[in-house]
């Protein structure tokens, strides 16, 4: 059984800076982050094996957001820079116990039946 636990989410400023963190228990492959606004579909946002190769960034965060790992993938972090209003959205971490590539890329490693969700984390954007 996997479990994972967010933290770190908040209410900033245009510009501002928040680091979400996932403690994560119970085996998993890979693992990632994703985020879900309201009235908007779930997004991936960016994916890194549990061995701490970066895999996959979306175009949205690319530049502005950083995943890392430590304690070989226990606790998963996702530092957030520039913050802009439509980053406003609930963070999620996400484990998958089958790796398809060893870059966990978007795709098949990422079906429903082999994840795990966290309950997520609010960030809130203020113009």
């Known amino acids: 059984q996997v479990q994972l636990v967010e933290s770190g989410g908040g209410s900033v400023q245009t510009g501002g800076s928040l680091k979400l963190a996932c403690e994560i228990t119970?085996?998993?492959?890979?693992l990632a982050w994703f985020r879900q606004a309201p009235g908007k579909e779930r997004e991936i946002l960016s994916t890194m094996s549990t061995g701490g190769r970066t895999a996959y960034y979306a175009d949205s965060v690319k530049g502005r957001f950083t995943v890392s790992q430590e304690n070989g993938g226990r606790t998963l972090y996702l530092g957030m820079n520039n913050l802009k209003p439509e980053d406003t959205a609930m963070y999620y971490c996400a484990s998958s116990r089958r790796a398809v590539d060893t870059w966990c890329t978007p795709g098949p490693t990422w079906s429903p039946e082999y994840m795990s969700w966290g309950q997520g984390t609010q960030v809130t954007v203020s113009s």
């Open positions: 119970g085996y998993a492959a890979c």
